[in-house]
């Protein structure tokens, strides 16, 4: 604690206020780690069954595709 030491209690006042304060942010931070757990798990449990390219570019591109087929046994895969 050389960097940020304790405040001595006789130096800190708490009040009602400061309380509400902190469990209102706690919450806050509760509903935000919650929305993006969500959202990360909404993103990785979507799969994509078509792909389109856009061609109006008049240009080649590079495309890397990676595909994964947890149900299915290596000895059914042909390429």
Aim: proline content about 3%; hydrophobic content about 45%.
């Amino acid at each position: 604690d050389f960097m940020f030491p304790k405040v001595d209690t006789e130096y800190t006042v708490q009040t009602d206020r400061g309380g509400v304060a902190f469990v209102i942010a706690c919450g806050l931070i509760f509903i935000l780690c919650l929305a993006e757990i969500i959202t990360w798990r909404s993103q990785n449990l979507r799969t994509v069954e078509h792909v389109v390219v856009d061609t109006s570019l008049g240009q080649r591109m590079q495309v890397n595709i990676n595909i994964s087929f947890p149900a299915l046994a290596c000895h059914d895969v042909h390429v």
